[in-house]
């Protein structure tokens, strides 16, 4: 059974919406008037501004080629927020679901899992969430190796601050126990599983796989929530300067 996550927990990227934009029939008349009205206001400072930005307005051509690019953009963010990445252990007895953002969305435990035991589990759990996490990393990566316009130096400025702040705490673990006591997982600070233990032996004999399933998303949601806000307490000092 595929367990769907109702939503993600902590801070993820807005939805990318629709991007359209058409250059104004009247875009060089309206330049035009505005190039006009220059001589009816006093030459001060603001008059200088005004009349630089009017000089250096772009065509109606430059306009139209920018706002390709922004749709480019936009049509490439959201196909990005669209993929989940999957992981399965090397047996295929757990299989993980992870969205763009890492936040577990979904866990399956195959029929097969009551035969691994409750290490046996932890283990595959864990090693399906590695390969998960491996897929979207490598997605990320050729998503940010995409050329969309461009990122400001400033902008490049804080996220390498702010990464670097999340790496030197990136060992922190929140914990979370399931909701039936049969197990406790916990994360570290970037949401990554970083341990699977369950508190009774042979727990797929006290349960069935599908409520452990369900069991272990809300748990790890939990741990997850707890890392999103922390993280975002780490970084929002360095993404506070970009105002």
């Known amino acids: 059974m595929f367990v769907p996550f109702p939503g993600v927990i902590g801070v993820a990227m807005s939805e990318a919406k629709?991007?359209?934009?058409?250059?104004?029939?009247?875009?060089?008349?309206?330049?035009?008037?505005?190039?006009?009205?220059?001589?009816?206001?006093?030459?001060?400072?603001?008059?200088?501004?005004?009349?630089?930005v009017l000089a250096e307005a772009p065509s109606r051509e430059e306009v139209a080629a920018a706002q390709r690019l922004a749709a480019e953009a936009m049509s490439a963010l959201a196909e990005f927020q669209q993929v989940e990445h999957t992981g399965y252990d090397p047996e295929q007895h757990v299989k993980v679901v992870l969205d763009n953002t890492g936040r577990l969305s979904g866990i399956e435990?195959?029929?097969?899992?009551?035969?691994?035991g409750n290490?046996?589990?932890?283990?595959?759990?864990t090693a399906a969430w590695t390969e998960a996490e491996?897929?979207?990393?490598?997605?990320a990566s050729a998503f940010a190796g995409r050329s969309v316009g461009g990122v400001a130096s400033e902008v490049e400025q804080v996220m390498r601050d702010a990464e670097a702040a999340l790496a030197a705490r990136e060992h922190e673990r929140f914990e979370q126990?399931?909701?039936?006591?049969?197990?406790?997982?916990?994360?570290n600070l970037r949401g990554r599983i970083s341990e699977v233990v369950f508190l009774q032996n042979n727990v797929l004999n006290l349960t069935d796989r599908h409520t452990l399933a369900e069991q272990l998303?809300?748990?790890v949601t939990a741990a997850?929530?707890?890392?999103?806000?922390?993280?975002?307490?780490?970084?929002?000092?360095?993404?506070h300067r970009l105002g």
């Open 224 to 239: 997850q929530g707890a890392a999103a806000a922390a993280a975002d307490a780490v970084t929002a000092p360095y993404y």
């Open 109 to 116: 435990l195959d029929a097969r899992a009551v035969r691994i």
């Open 177 to 187: 126990a399931t909701e039936d006591g049969l197990g406790r997982v916990a994360v």
């Open 217 to 219: 998303l809300a748990a």
């Open 134 to 139: 491996t897929r979207r990393e490598e997605h």
């Open 18 to 52: 629709p991007f359209a934009y058409e250059v104004p029939e009247d875009y060089e008349r309206f330049i035009e008037e505005g190039q006009a009205g220059l001589d009816k206001v006093p030459r001060n400072e603001n008059w200088e501004i005004a009349q630089r």
């Open 119 to 125: 290490n046996g589990i932890a283990a595959a759990f």
